[in-house]
């Protein structure tokens, strides 16, 4: 499966933005797809992650209650929605699929990512 991750872009702190994870290539519902965020040592955090089927989400500790991951599987595409943004937010932020959901950075395909920078 291909992955694209669009919609990153510079706003203040306190803003909202949604990022989108567009998929090709097999059929959608059988992958996970995950959100990680890459900072500047190109760590890879962990941010959200949705099953195949949409009816199970786990968000990473920095995230909860802030951002929220979706998909629309009619459209090859995930979601991921993100409200009170704060400057420490700021990087490349992936998407990953997997037939299995998975917390670690363990996809088997990623997408080339997409840059947002909150700003202070």
């Known amino acids: 499966v291909q992955l694209q991750a669009s919609g990153g872009g510079l706003v203040q702190a306190g803003a909202s933005l949604r990022l989108s994870c567009a998929a090709s290539?097999?059929?959608?519902?059988?992958?996970?797809v995950a959100w990680f965020r890459q900072g500047p040592g190109n760590e890879r955090d962990f941010l959200a992650v949705?099953?195949?089927?949409?009816?199970?989400?786990t968000y990473g500790d920095s995230v909860k209650g802030r951002f929220t991951i979706s998909r629309d599987n009619a459209k090859n595409t995930v979601y991921l929605q993100m409200n009170s943004l704060k400057p420490e937010d700021t990087g490349v932020y992936l998407c990953?699929?997997?037939?299995?959901?998975?917390?670690?950075?363990?996809?088997?395909?990623w997408g080339q990512g997409t840059l947002v920078t909150v700003s202070s």
């Open positions: 990953a699929a997997d037939p299995r959901a998975r917390t670690s950075a363990l996809y088997d395909f």
């Open positions: 290539g097999d059929v959608f519902s059988k992958y996970a």
């Open positions: 949705i099953t195949g089927s949409g009816f199970s989400t």
